[in-house]
């Protein structure tokens, strides 16, 4: 049986303790301010980031990890007795990242098995598949059958936000076909939704509570009556989130939920006061 580690990149949210429980490894996102880099989650935190952005008024840029730092990676896994390397990330059609990995890969074959896998998302999406990914090499399930499980996964989840700003999103130029919907809002908040691995508006509202209220009804669509684990992030808005999360949890048949910060790779494009649910099959 073919020893599986599970490896993803730093846009990945989910709770430390599931990091530590599954042994998910993670390649950092690089953020730069200005002429300083630093690496998300081991150099930069989210309190710092936020203070960086309100002191030197900039929003800094976002750059997917190198070949050369995923190469590094992954013969530290081999050292480690691993022989299958299952490498998730965040949606390719966003970031470069995942081509990053696969040339990696490509470039460490002879050492180790590298299988790179685009989650077409990212965030407590692409949390929920590492986790997923980890339960099943524990298992003992194959390579083949973890990709074919988050291939069907990935078709069904649901994945929406609202920003609570829109500065961050016109600002880091990352939002693509987002721009002029963003550039025509005045005083309205935005509905955005995960759609084939790209970010497309799907609405927008007069308020606050009624972008919630509708976040609330498009995942609770999207469960259904079945098992499904739930998940709230956010930007410096906890309180909204847990409130979200026990409502979730009165509404939905959750198996597993979580409340957690949003990446701060993420929260470079989307601000603070985003708030995101994501809905995730649970079989």
Do not use: W
């Amino acid at each position: 049986m073919s020893k599986i580690k599970i490896l993803t990149d730093s846009t990945c949210d989910l709770p430390a303790n599931y990091f530590r429980e599954y042994a998910i490894g993670v390649v950092p996102i690089n953020i730069q301010f200005g002429n300083e880099t630093f690496e998300e989650g081991i150099s930069i935190d989210q309190t710092t980031f936020y203070k960086k952005v309100d002191s030197l008024g900039i929003i800094p840029k976002t750059s997917q990890p190198s070949p050369a730092q995923f190469v590094a990676a992954y013969r530290q896994i081999a050292q480690q007795g691993y022989d299958t390397i299952l490498s998730l990330h965040v949606t390719g059609k966003l970031s470069g990242t995942m081509n990053s990995a696969t040339l990696a890969a490509q470039e460490i074959a002879d050492e180790i098995r590298v299988v790179p896998f685009d989650s077409l998302a990212g965030s407590a999406a692409l949390g929920f598949m590492c986790v997923d990914a980890a339960q099943m090499a524990r298992a003992g399930k194959s390579v083949e059958e973890i990709v074919a499980r988050l291939t069907e996964a990935r078709s069904k989840l649901s994945l929406c936000l609202t920003l609570a700003t829109l500065k961050y999103a016109q600002m880091s130029g990352r939002v693509g076909n987002l721009q002029g919907f963003l550039a025509s809002l005045l005083n309205v908040k935005p509905i955005i939704t995960l759609n084939d691995g790209l970010l497309a508006p799907s609405g927008k509202v007069r308020s606050r509570q009624a972008a919630l209220e509708q976040l609330f009804e498009i995942s609770k669509q999207a469960a259904g009556d079945r098992p499904v684990k739930f998940a709230v992030v956010h930007g410096e808005v906890r309180e909204e989130a847990e409130k979200l999360l026990a409502r979730a949890q009165t509404e939905m048949n959750c198996v597993d939920a979580f409340v957690d910060d949003i990446a701060i790779s993420l929260a470079v494009q989307f601000g603070p006061g985003v708030i995101g649910m994501v809905v995730y099959p649970a079989t």
